[in-house]
């Protein structure tokens, strides 16, 4: 069973930085890729970030461009995500999310983690 | 990056077809077949339904359906139900201006 289970979310002044991570199981991580989906309370799916199974391709929405970085360790089975200059803007709930395997042509999210609620206030 | 446009809302008695619509741009939805959609239930994770515009995953029943024609996609969802009532969720790759994935704003599908 694919299991993904996000950490690291909590309450961050503006300005302030905060590490997410997702921890996988069940699956052959490092044989997929994998995505940072984020959701504002009350407001609806927004991608964040997108990481290759070897890290060697790395996408970003125009909003977090240059203040977030999304990385992977495979050894330990794992996804991070860096948030660096945070916003009021940025508060939602952070989902790790199953993109495609390396072999395959597409764009989906086929596995989610329960999420990590981020919260930027002074 | 602008969102995908979606209703707001959609309604239908148990048993009705409901369609709900996804437009985009030639960048995206228009741009190739990898479009998806998600069911969200209050409080909980989304749940993909569709993929590559068409495909069921496994245990998603038949009565969920999916279309494209040129920018615009589609979910359609035959002999409505009082359980597919939730928010459903529209996304595309995006290969212009930069690479990534976008998202619909989101349609709430109400069973009268």
């Known amino acids: 069973e694919v299991q993904l289970v996000e950490s690291g979310g909590g309450l961050v002044q503006p300005g302030g930085s905060l590490r997410l991570s997702c921890a996988a199981s069940?699956?052959?991580?490092?044989?997929?890729?994998m995505n940072w989906v984020r959701q504002a309370p009350g407001k609806g799916l927004d991608w964040v970030s997108y990481i290759s199974s070897a890290s060697t391709s790395i996408y970003y929405a125009d909003s977090v461009r240059g203040r977030f970085t999304i990385s992977r360790d495979n050894a330990r089975t794992s996804l991070y995500l860096q948030m660096n200059s945070l916003r009021d803007e940025d508060t939602a709930v952070y989902y790790c999310?199953?993109?495609?395997?390396?072999?395959?042509?597409?764009?989906?999210?086929?596995?989610w983690g329960q999420g990590t609620l981020v919260t930027v206030s002074s | 990056q602008s969102a995908l446009t979606q209703p707001a809302s959609v309604s239908g008695s148990p048993g009705q077809s409901i369609t709900i619509s996804c437009t985009g741009t030639s960048s995206d939805v228009g741009g190739d077949n990898y479009v998806s959609w998600y069911q969200q239930h209050p409080g909980k994770v989304p749940k993909l339904m569709l993929y590559d515009v068409s495909n069921r995953p496994s245990g998603v029943p038949d009565r969920f359906s999916g279309s494209k024609s040129g920018n615009t996609a589609s979910l359609t969802i035959s002999g409505l139900q009082a359980e597919d009532e939730a928010d459903y969720y529209c996304s595309a790759h995006r290969t212009t201006p930069t690479l990534g994935g976008v998202f619909g704003g989101g349609t709430k599908v109400t069973v009268l």
């Open positions: 069940g699956f052959s991580f490092n044989t997929y890729n």
């Open positions: 999310a199953r993109g495609l395997s390396r072999d395959r042509s597409g764009w989906y999210f086929d596995s």
